[in-house]
């Protein structure tokens, strides 16, 4: 299978020369927007391979193509790159197709609702034209490696596209295990006041095919008192280590910081409370960083062919419960989805495999 890896390098000696790159390129964006919305009634009998060329011959000027149905695209985006027109196209195609999509959802339920005698006040999807997406810079037609931490990138800059030497942040390729990943087109990515390239990494890996009766299995008990419960099996069921994960002092803090949210917001109301929640989504975001590296070092370390874990996606608080408000409480803050996600992914790159079970 393949497996991928995304690397973010922050720009360090340019920064709001980019604005008006992203700003050009949204404004092309909403243009084939509008234009695939008006020329195309059907979308769903058309494939990318079909629309990139077919939106081409409506907008670009050419000596084949003299006078296109909407040519005031080359004057208003002039010299517009190739690779960032088709790449608009391609994304527009996609967002037009997903709003006929939840039109036509839209429409079925105000008929089943009518049918059904019920009021329906939900209203219709609208096509949104103003977006705010960041362009990738395709090898060799707007982006040129000269080393390991710097560049050259075409961008638009005084009314002209011209091509600009910038330098980012390298990575240890060694120590991320990327170095003989196959290295795609960075994207440029908007974070705060500050520019990033994010390189994404290619490679196929082999999932671990140990016959069944060889295989050791790492079960994952995901809980609330621990964090995880790890058990390492063989194929007659015998337990060959246990380890339990924990993060006490994060918990702790999690609960204090939530406790103080909703004090605030019992004394004045809703409150967006930014500070609060930046400090709740840090301490969940370590929780589940934590759990999972140790999860798979653990797995790794008893030379496991498989992680499985409970199903626990119809888990609700049972009826009844002594401390049910508080259970609800805690799990209303448990990423247990989060966890799952992040070993499934570590897992895949190690070679092994990932399941959920019903039980153990």
Not at 198 to 222: G, R, S
Request: charged residues 30%; contains cysteine; hydrophobic residues 35%.
């Amino acid at each position: 299978m393949k497996i991928a890896k995304t690397l973010r390098c922050k720009v360090i000696n340019q920064s709001r020369i980019f604005d008006a790159t992203v700003d050009i390129y949204n404004k092309a964006l909403s243009f084939i927007i509008n234009v695939i919305d008006k020329e195309f009634a059907n979308v769903d009998d058309i494939n990318m391979k079909s629309i990139v060329p077919a939106v081409e011959k409506l907008i670009h000027t050419t000596k084949s193509n003299p006078l296109p149905k909407y040519r005031e695209f080359n004057s208003r985006f002039y010299k517009f790159p190739s690779y960032f027109r088709r790449a608009a196209i391609a994304s527009a195609f996609g967002k037009v197709k997903s709003f006929r999509s939840n039109s036509q959802n839209w429409e079925l339920e105000q008929a089943q609702s009518f049918l059904e005698g019920k009021k329906f006040t939900q209203k219709p999807p609208r096509l949104q034209l103003e977006h705010k997406e960041f362009p990738v810079f395709y090898r060799g037609n707007m982006f040129e490696r000269t080393s390991d931490n710097t560049a050259q990138i075409k961008i638009f800059h005084k009314n002209d596209w011209v091509w600009i030497d910038v330098e980012f942040k390298g990575q240890d390729l060694h120590k991320r295990g990327v170095w003989e990943w196959k290295e795609s087109s960075p994207k440029l990515v908007k974070v705060g006041k500050k520019y990033f390239l994010n390189f994404t990494y290619e490679h196929k890996v082999t999932l671990t095919k140990t016959k069944l009766k060889d295989q050791k299995i790492c079960a994952i008990d995901l809980g609330i008192t621990n964090s995880a419960v790890c058990s390492v099996m063989d194929s007659t069921g015998t337990v060959l280590a246990r380890k339990f994960i924990n993060q006490p002092k994060e918990k702790d803090r999690l609960y204090t910081m939530t406790n103080k949210l909703r004090k605030a917001q019992v004394i004045s109301g809703w409150i967006s409370a930014p500070y609060f929640w930046r400090r709740i989504n840090g301490i969940q975001k370590h929780i589940v960083n934590n759990t999972s590296y140790e999860i798979v070092k653990f797995a790794r370390e008893h030379n496991c062919d498989v992680i499985v874990f409970k199903y626990l996606d119809k888990m609700k608080t049972p009826k009844g419960y002594y401390g049910a408000k508080k259970l609800r409480f805690k799990l209303h803050y448990w990423r247990k989805k989060g966890i799952q996600n992040k070993v499934t992914q570590a897992a895949h790159y190690l070679g092994m495999q990932k399941y959920k079970c019903l039980s153990f």
